[in-house]
């Protein structure tokens, strides 16, 4: 069920998408629609096609197959007037080592209409970036940190992030988030950023996207997810051969004495009148975002 598009224009539109490296396929038909003005975690497990998919969607990787319209317009390879409302932070960031940071930041700035040079000063004092060290200097979290910087300074209408704070320590991580939500409270901003670290998405209040079999599986705000997903967990002494059928179960599985179902939209009473009849005591949980990662992925 993909999020309600009546209150935002349509920032990207995916139709069709197609990806393949040799004879394995990443991307199968993928369709996406993304609205402005939100927060969308891509999640997915390692090897999902996380990284590809970000690429493409920005041109930066050829497609076999396919369509992709960024702010209305197709996307065939990057470049053009909507680049100056995009930015992007790759996994690693390994360009210009020979380059001092603030000669790196000058050189950028010019190709960019909207750079805040204020910003990229409070954020080089604050994350306690050397502006004259040498990018191949810079650690590993150091050169994240830089590549955010470079990221958010052009005032992107369109922030792409792959695994931004991989390499950040917790303080660092913090610092990032509270940049990213401030950059979030302006109309029309939106953030597509993949991550294996959910409490930054429920810090975020991210809409969450799912990368599962070479297809956006669903995408749905968050607060959606935890009041349609259940954990339903039947247990009795005598066990269970499997788990009981119910409506709306995605995936099921017998624990011990115990049968876990995580559930769509259950109903009570049906719930209820099944631990009656199959004499079996009856617990509902509301499963964290980790916990869903981990049964949908």
């Known amino acids: 069920m993909p999020i309600s598009e009546t209150t935002a224009s349509t920032v990207l539109q995916v139709r069709g998408l197609e990806k393949s490296f040799k004879q394995r396929q990443v991307l199968k038909a993928l369709d996406w629609s993304v609205p402005g003005g939100r927060v969308i975690g891509l999640l997915g497990r390692n090897g999902a096609g996380k990284t590809t998919l970000l690429r493409c969607l920005l041109g930066l990787s050829p497609i076999d197959g396919g369509t992709i319209e ?4 197709p996307m065939i390879e990057p470049g053009g ?3 100056h409302r995009i930015g992007f932070v790759p ?3 390994d360009l210009f080592p020979w380059m001092k940071v603030r000669a790196y930041l000058d050189f950028t700035a010019a190709f960019y209409e909207r750079w805040d040079n204020a910003l990229v000063d409070r954020l080089l004092s604050s994350w306690e970036l050397d502006a004259k060290q040498k990018i191949g200097e810079l650690s590993q979290g150091q050169r994240q940190k830089l590549a955010i ?9 369109l922030l792409v992030l792959d695994e931004p704070v991989a390499s950040l320590d ?7 988030m509270s940049e990213l939500l401030t950059l979030m409270r302006v109309p029309g901003k939106t953030v597509i950023f993949s991550t294996h670290i959910t409490a930054d998405l429920e810090r975020a209040e991210a809409d969450i996207a799912l990368l599962r079999d ?3 599986q669903f995408t749905r705000p968050l607060a959606e997810l935890r009041e349609r997903m259940k954990r339903v ?3 009795r002494v005598s066990g269970w051969p499997y788990p009981p059928v119910v409506a709306g179960a995605l995936k099921t599985h017998v624990q011990g004495d115990q049968a876990v179902l995580l559930v769509e939209d259950p109903v009570m009473e049906s719930l209820h009148a099944l631990a009656a009849r199959e004499n079996a005591g009856l617990r509902i949980e509301t499963p964290t975002l ?8």
């Open 233 to 235: 967990v039947f247990h």
């Open 70 to 73: 960024l702010f209305g317009q």
């Open 81 to 83: 007037e909507r680049m």
């Open 91 to 93: 996994q690693t960031f």
């Open 290 to 297: 980790e916990d869903l990662f981990v049964e949908l992925a």
């Open 170 to 176: 917790p303080q660092a991580r913090r610092a990032f």
């Open 149 to 157: 910087v470079r990221a958010i300074a052009p005032d992107p209408d």
């Open 214 to 216: 070479g297809c956006i």
